[in-house]
């Protein structure tokens, strides 16, 4: 079984990922532990926030106080709903988070169930739980969950292996073409990808970018790839390497089988609804392109965005770290396409610029600068290995269609405020 925790300050966010699998009927909650439940057993996100909310107030100087951790037997491991429940009290019973409240939710929308534990980490006195050792003492306890539920046994040093194989390349290190290998001759093995800007739009997260080229040879017109580092700025940073350096896997012919693969088991997916619905709920705020790329990436979901010289978008993937699959935006709908989002940012931008123009009002500038492309990658990159889990925090929604939940997580940080603001004049008193 393999452990994966992560950190956040998004706890609405954590829980509105994990509800949104349960509203799509990808999930569902097995154990509420020291929560305030419902007559009728169902939550809305607001209303499991509400549990947490005097932690949070009572917080004294942790930023990072949400948990949101998962838990991952082998795919082979049968576990039923009632060992999930016993394993998840284990696990944090052992891990000092017995005491607090946390909910346990069942993910079942790929191929390997697993379970997400939403929590805080800051006790009711505001206070931190010690995390040290945390990494060390998770896999000491997972290895006795192993041996006490008879699940299959992970060995550590493979698993730190794997863990290292994906990271972004850094050109100042040197030895870029080796950087570069452990990337292209792996990436292949762990995510879905149908078309050569879907590939270009993944590897651009670890500062790779890949070209098709034309050649001829004795008069017969041949086709080959090359590749390149890039830096932070998209730009090309080294000499091109040809396909063949890095073995038959990054080759064309490698690539084509890949997307007619990947094609066809996608289509026997239902991964792309769950994709939409996420994006969906993100648009529905109208945010900027950096609240949009960042509430995406606090779910999981890397965006990579395409502009020409002008600044026009032409192109937008979405990179779904939870299934492990890469998306066109129009792949999943012309509402997610190029244009979509090039009205709702650049038209957008350009009309409140002109308003404010002729009313000779302050001049408009966005809340936040752009993300650059290619945008850093997501902090869990390390993690990705078969059994492991990419997602650890989330947005998401409750019901899709419903506006409800943009308004119910501003109030809910709104009223955190209020009431932080209230204790802390209470305490100067």
Known sequence: MIAKIGRGTNLFGALAYNQLKVDTENGEVLLMNKMIE???????????????????????N?????????????????????????????????????EQPFVVFKHTDINRTHIHIVSIGVDEMGKKISD??????????????????????VEDKKLTQKE?????????????????????RNISNYYQFQTMGEYNALLSLYNISCEKV???????????????????????????????????????????????????????????????????????????????????QDMGISTVVRRNASGRIYGITFIDHESK???????????????????????????????????????????NPEIPYPEKPHELFNFLHDNSDSKIDGLG??????????YEELDFENRMKRKKKKNNSRFRG
């Not at 419902?38 to 004294?60: C, R």
């Not at 040290?132 to 539920?149: D, G, L, T, V």
């Not at 290292?164 to 990337?183: C, H, L, R, T, W």
């Open 164 to 184: 290292q194989i994906f990271s972004p390349v850094d050109y100042q290190e040197g030895n870029i073409k080796s950087q570069m290998a452990s990337v292209i």
């Open 325 to 367: 699959s890469v998306w066109n935006g129009s792949r999943l709908g012309k509402e997610f396409s190029a244009n979509a989002f090039n009205q709702l940012w650049n038209e957008g931008n350009n009309l409140k610029k002109q308003m404010n123009n002729e009313s000779e009002k302050v001049k408009y500038t966005r809340d």
């Open 397 to 406: 929604s409750i019901l899709p269609g419903s506006h409800s939940e943009d």
């Open 132 to 153: 040290k050792f945390e990494k060390r003492k998770s896999m000491k306890i997972c290895r006795e969950i192993e041996r006490k539920y008879r699940l299959s046994n």
């Open 214 to 296: 034309d050649k001829i040879e004795n008069g017969i017109l041949k086709n080959g790839l090359l590749y390149f580092a890039l830096n932070d700025k998209g730009e090309k940073v080294s000499q091109p390497f040809k396909a063949s350096v890095f073995g038959k896997e990054a080759r064309l012919r490698a690539l084509d089988s890949h997307f007619l693969n990947s094609k066809n088991k996608l289509k026997l997916s239902s991964v792309h609804e769950t994709l939409k619905a996420a994006v969906t709920l993100v648009m529905k705020s109208q945010p900027n392109e950096t609240q949009f790329k960042s509430k995406l």
């Open 38 to 60: 419902t007559k009728d057993g169902n939550y809305t996100v607001a209303q499991l926030a509400k549990s947490f909310e005097p932690y949070l107030i009572a917080n004294k």
């Open 62 to 98: 942790t930023e990072k106080t949400t948990l949101h951790i998962s838990l991952n037997p082998d795919p082979k491991d049968k576990v039923s709903d009632e060992d999930f429940v016993k394993i998840a009290q284990d696990y944090m019973n052992e891990m000092g988070y017995g």
